[in-house]
């Protein structure tokens, strides 16, 4: 069965500094990697994926991730945190079980990032 | 931007009550799919919908629930009997030729 897991509830990070949050997967075939942020209140906002290519991806609002495989990692990243950032993070695999389009998203438990200024 | 949209934002609801949610899907998009979230727990897939008909369905999504495309543009989620357990945000979602699901800001359903 695929999963995902992020094995941080929460990560702290002082404004300026560089942040990471971390994501593990485990699936059959390659993977279909998205990572989405909820803030309060509101639903899920894409900010980037990798499908196949290049294993840094870059997406929204500076923020990047970095696939790899060996170590079945897709971890988000920014050089530099701003307290906007502050924020519910989740790390999510499609389902490529139903061929290359749909297919349900399965999601990690989600990191808090707390950006302090 | 085109974006989902999802009414009412908050729904309030007796126990054994029936409740629809709505849900407008981007508009040439072919795939669509209801998610909840209970809260402070991790989004959890319930069904998606392609073609006019159910493509998978998750474990919680059992008799009480049902989902409907009724015309061109509404995706609607429907709980027959809600339970207490039931409390939770709904997100609805689609997504068209890529693989990348775009969701709506969610509707809070709370029972009592």
């Known amino acids: 069965a695929q999963s995902v897991a992020q094995p941080e509830d929460q990560v702290n990070v002082a404004e300026g500094n560089p942040l990471t949050v971390k994501c593990t997967y485990s699936?059959?075939?390659?993977?279909?990697l998205f990572w989405y942020v909820q803030y309060p209140n509101r639903g899920l906002q894409f900010l980037l994926k990798y499908i196949t290519g290049d294993n840094l991806v870059k997406g929204s609002y500076g923020f990047e991730a970095e696939f790899n495989k060996s170590q079945t990692s897709f971890h988000l990243k920014k050089p530099s945190a701003l307290v906007s950032d502050s924020a519910l993070y989740f790390c999510a695999v499609r389902d490529g079980t139903w061929g290359n389009q749909g297919g349900k998203l399965i999601f990690g438990q989600g990191t808090e990032l707390s950006v302090k200024p | 931007e085109p974006e989902v949209t999802q009414t009412p934002s908050h729904q309030v609801t007796q126990m054994g009550q029936e409740v629809i949610l709505r849900c407008v899907p981007i508009s040439n998009h072919l795939y669509f799919y209801w998610y909840r979230q209970i809260l402070g727990q991790k989004v959890e897939f319930l069904v998606s919908?392609?073609?006019?008909?159910?493509?998978?369905k998750s474990e919680i999504f059992d008799d009480q629930f049902s989902v409907e495309r009724p015309d061109g543009s509404n995706f609607t989620l429907k709980i027959r009997s809600t339970k207490l357990e039931d409390s939770a945000m709904y997100f609805c979602?689609?997504?068209?030729?890529?693989?990348?699901?775009?969701f709506g800001p969610g509707t809070r359903l709370t029972v009592l």
């Open positions: 699936v059959s075939g390659n993977p279909y």
């Open positions: 979602a689609s997504s068209g030729s890529s693989s990348l699901q775009f």
């Open positions: 919908f392609y073609n006019n008909e159910i493509s998978e």
